[in-house]
C-alpha cells in the first residue's frame, strides 16, 4: 500500500508542473475550493513563473500520460474544472514520442512467444500513431492481409497503477470534506476513469468491444467497424483490419472527394443515436482522429478503448429527456429527473421544469453555430447546484461523447441542428420502446421470467432452512457483554488515551512535513 506522504509527494510535483503552466490559478480563486486544497495550491506554485494566459492541455500533457487521459475526461467536467479549462483541455491531443521499434518488436515478440517473422511478413517501423497508452504501425499478416498493429508502451500498466492510487487517495480526501466537493463526486469520477483507462491497457477487451459494436451495427448502412485478426491480438497486441479512407476532420479533402458533407453530419449523429439510445453500449472517443470516411462514403470508426453503457431504463429516461428538450415538454423532463432520483424530492417539480425552460428555449430552432456553448453549460450547472443535484457518473461517458460528435458535425455542416436531426430518431425509438404495444410485450416477457424463476428460488429456500433432521437444533446462547464493550460504554481507559495522543502526534508530524504547519 502506498504510504500518504508518496502521495503527497506526488500531488505537490505534479501541482507544481500544473502552477508553471498556470493552471493552479482558477482552482485557488473558485470560492467553492476547500480551504485545505486552496492552501495545498499555494504551495505547489510557490516560486514558480506563471504564463499569462493558461495552458491547462500543456500542463496536463507535461505532466504524464495518466495526466493525458484524466485532462481529456475533466473536459467535459467544467463543473469540476471550469468552463476556461474545460474549453482548453478539449484541444489536449493524445500523442507522445514513439518508443523504438526494436523495443516493440522484443514486446511483441514476448507476449506471443513467437518471433515476429511467424505473425507477419512485414511492419513498418514506423508507427502511424503514437498516444500515451499505445503505438501502431501498419503491418502485413503472413496470409498477406494488411493490417494495424496496435502496441502498449512497455511498462504503460505499472506507471498508471501508480498513479491512479495517487489520484483515488486524493478524490476521497477532497470528497470528505464535504460542501460543494462532496456533491461533485470526485471519487465516483476517479472511479469511473479507472475502469476506462483499465479497459484501454487489456487490449482483449477493445478487440472484444470492437467486436461486440460491429455486431450491434451490422444493419446500419455505411458505417463499418474493422474486424479483429483474433489469431494475433492478446492484452498487449491487437491486430485489426487496416483502413484506407480520409480523416473526417480533413474537411477539404472530403470535399475533393465529392462527399455530401451534411448528409455526413447527418449519418454521424444518426449512428451515434444508434448506439446509445437503441443499444445502450455506444463508440465513446469519437474524435476526429478516430472516425474516417471510405471512398464510397462509408464511416470508419476505430479505437475502441473508451466504450460506454446505458442500462434499459437509463436509456429510457435518456430518450424521454431528449424528445421533452427537443418538443419543449420541460414539464416531463422536470419529472423525469425526479423519478430517476437526479434530483432529490424535496425540491419542486414545477420549479425545476421552469430553470429548465430558462436554459432550454434559448436552444430551440436555433443552429449549433449561433448558440453560445459556454453559456447553456454555465445555465445547465446552475441548475445542478440550485436543485442539489449530484452528478452522474455513469452518465459521464455520455456527455462527453455527445459533445464530441457535436463538434464534428457542426465542422462537417456548421449549420446542423442537433434538435432536429435527433427528433424523428428519438421519437420513432420512443413509440417502438416505449408505446402501448412495447409495454406489454415487456410485461409479458418480464412476467413470463419471473414464472420460470420460481422453481430455482424455491430450491434456494429449501437449501437455506432445510427440513428437520439430521442434528439436534441447538438452543440459543445468552448475550455475552465483551470487555471492551463494557469499557466502551464506561470511558475508553488510558489505552483510548494513549491511541488519541499516538493518533493526534502522527497528523501533527504528517502536518509539518507537508508543510501545512509551522
Known amino acids: 500500500m502506498t504510504r500518504p506522504s508518496t502521495h503527497i509527494w506526488r500531488l505537490l510535483k505534479w501541482g507544481r508542473t500544473l502552477a508553471r503552466h498556470g493552471a493552479l490559478r482558477g482552482i485557488e480563486r473558485d470560492p467553492n475550493t476547500p480551504a485545505p ?19 491547462y492541455a500543456g500542463a496536463f500533457r507535461a505532466v504524464g500520460p495518466a495526466a493525458i487521459k484524466l485532462g481529456q475526461s475533466l473536459a467535459t467536467r467544467p463543473d469540476l474544472v471550469g468552463d476556461e479549462a474545460a474549453h482548453n483541455l478539449l484541444s489536449l491531443q493524445d500523442n507522445l514520442p514513439p518508443v523504438p ?11 506471443f512467444e513467437r518471433p515476429l517473422k511467424e505473425l507477419f511478413s512485414h511492419v513498418d517501423p514506423d508507427p502511424v500513431g503514437a498516444a500515451s497508452i499505445a503505438q501502431v504501425h501498419k503491418g502485413i499478416t503472413t496470409e498477406g492481409r494488411e493490417v ?28 470528505a470534506l464535504g460542501g460543494e466537493a462532496s456533491r461533485l463526486r470526485p471519487r465516483l469520477t476517479i472511479a469511473n476513469f479507472k475502469r476506462w483507462t483499465n479497459r484501454e491497457l487489456d487490449l482483449r477487451r477493445e478487440a472484444a468491444s470492437a467486436s461486440e459494436l460491429a455486431e450491434a451495427m451490422r444493419g446500419i448502412e455505411r458505417y463499418h467497424i474493422p474486424d479483429i485478426d483474433w489469431d494475433r491480438t492478446n492484452g498487449r497486441v491487437m491486430t485489426i483490419e487496416w483502413i484506407d479512407g480520409v480523416k473526417i476532420s480533413n474537411r477539404e479533402a472530403l470535399i475533393a472527394a465529392g462527399h455530401d458533407l451534411p448528409e455526413l453530419a447527418n449519418r454521424l449523429v444518426l449512428a451515434f443515436l444508434t448506439q446509445a439510445i437503441a443499444g445502450g453500449f455506444f463508440h465513446a472517443d469519437m474524435h476526429q482522429g478516430n472516425l474516417f470516411v471510405k471512398d464510397d462514403g462509408t464511416i470508419v470508426a476505430i479505437d475502441f478503448g473508451i466504450m460506454g453503457r446505458i442500462d434499459t431504463q437509463a436509456r429510457q429516461w435518456l430518450a424521454e429527456i431528449l424528445y421533452g428538450l427537443i418538443t419543449g415538454d ?17 425540491h419542486d417539480v414545477g420549479e425545476f421544469a421552469t430553470a429548465l425552460r430558462a436554459v432550454g428555449e434559448p436552444m430551440r430552432g436555433k443552429p449549433v453555430s ?13 441548475i445542478t447546484r440550485d436543485f442539489d443535484m449530484q452528478t452522474q457518473p455513469h452518465l459521464l461517458l455520455l456527455q462527453k461523447t455527445m459533445v464530441m460528435v457535436e463538434g464534428i458535425a457542426t465542422q462537417l455542416d456548421p449549420s446542423i441542428n442537433m434538435w432536429e436531426t435527433s427528433a424523428p430518431y428519438v421519437r420513432s425509438w420512443m413509440r417502438d420502446e416505449l408505446g402501448p404495444e412495447a409495454a406489454i410485450a415487456d410485461r409479458i416477457r418480464h412476467d413470463t421470467e419471473t414464472l420460470l424463476r420460481v422453481p ?13 433432521g439430521g442434528a439436534p437444533e441447538q438452543p440459543p446462547l445468552d448475550e455475552v457483554e465483551l470487555i471492551w464493550d463494557r469499557r466502551e460504554k464506561q470511558g475508553r481507559g488510558w489505552i483510548g488515551y494513549v491511541m488519541a495522543a499516538l493518533v493526534g502526534g502522527a497528523l501533527v508530524f504528517g502536518g509539518i512535513e507537508a508543510g501545512w504547519l509551522g
Open 148 to 175: 494495424a498493429i496496435k502496441v502498449l508502451r512497455p511498462g504503460i500498466r505499472e506507471k498508471f497503477a501508480e498513479d491512479l492510487a495517487t489520484y483515488e487517495w486524493a478524490a476521497a480526501h477532497l470528497e
Open 101 to 111: 521499434f526494436a523495443e516493440i518488436k522484443r514486446h511483441i515478440e514476448a507476449s
Open 456 to 468: 430455482q428460488l424455491i430450491r434456494r429456500l429449501e437449501e437455506k432452512f432445510p427440513p428437520k
Open 370 to 382: 449561433e448558440l453560445s456553448v459556454g453559456q447553456m453549460l454555465d445555465g445547465l450547472f446552475a
Open 330 to 346: 420541460y414539464k416531463r423532463v422536470a419529472e423525469i429527473h425526479f423519478e430517476a432520483q437526479y434530483v432529490p424530492s424535496y
Open 37 to 55: 486544497v486552496k492552501r495545498l495550491v499555494r504551495i505547489a506554485r510557490f516560486g514558480t513563473i506563471q504564463p499569462r494566459e493558461p495552458d
